[in-house]
Nanobody, 122 residues
């Protein structure tokens, strides 16, 4: 069974940092792009960050540029999202996904995780 499992979410204060992890199993993801999305209550799911198969190319939503960093360890089928200078508006369920190329569209990603909650208090 192919799975993506997120971890690392939690409750933090504004200005704090968190590192999310997404571990893939059931197949190799080393030749897939991987990405992070988030969905806040009452809002549409939105793209956060993406990284290509080699780790040599990344993309970020404007709202997180300069604060979030996406990295991956290919041999471990794992992608990370380092989130610094967190703001209350970053509160959401964070999901990871995998697809060929750069993952910027949730609906087009054949592999998706179940999400981890991040709550940032003011």
């Amino acid at each position: 069974q192919v799975q993506l499992v997120e971890s690392g979410g939690g409750l933090v204060q504004a200005g704090d940092s968190l590192r999310l992890s997404c571990a893939g199993s059931g197949r190799t993801f080393s030749n897939y792009g991987m990405g992070w999305f988030r969905q806040a209550p009452g809002k549409e799911r939105e793209f956060v960050a993406a990284i290509n198969w080699s780790g040599g190319s990344t993309r970020y939503a404007d709202s997180v540029k300069g604060r979030f960093t996406i990295t991956r360890v290919g041999v471990k089928n794992t992608v990370y999202l380092q989130m610094d200078s967190l703001k209350p508006e970053d509160t959401a369920v964070y999901y990871c996904a995998a697809a060929s190329g750069i993952v910027t569209t949730w609906a087009a990603s054949p592999y998706r995780g179940q999400g981890t909650q991040v709550t940032v208090s003011s």
